[in-house]
Nanobody, 121 residues
């Protein structure tokens, strides 16, 4: 069974920084893509950033230049460094993994439980 466990959310003032981490557990051989999504109250879940196992990244326009995604393949962990945070970044942030290859089976997609990020003005 593969699980994603997020950490690092919390309350921060506008202009501040937070770092989210998401660790995948299980007998994992490799993970193709890991990423972060967010869902604000009353809005649809949206992609924030994603990174492939080779290090290629993709960002939402709203976070380009402020957020940085990275991953440690050896630890099956993905990070999201969030700088210059704005109140509109307030949301529940979800970790996502696609193409998870274990020694038992392949998982197409797995989601974390979410971590709340609140940015006060």
């Amino acid at each position: 069974q593969v699980q994603l466990v997020e950490s690092g959310g919390g309350l921060v003032q506008a202009g501040g920084s937070l770092r989210l981490a998401c660790a995948a557990s299980g007998s994992i051989f490799s993970i193709s893509v890991m990423g972060w999504y967010r869902q604000a109250p009353g809005k649809q879940r949206e992609l924030v950033a994603a990174i492939t196992s080779g290090g290629s990244t993709n960002y939402a326009d709203s976070v380009k230049g402020r957020f940085t995604i990275s991953r440690d393949n050896a630890k099956n962990t993905v990070y999201l460094q969030m700088n210059s945070l704005k109140p509109e970044d307030t949301a529940v942030y979800y970790c996502n993994a696609n193409g998870i290859y274990t020694f038992v089976r392949t998982y197409l997609e797995v989601w974390g439980q979410g971590t709340l990020v609140t940015v006060s003005s």
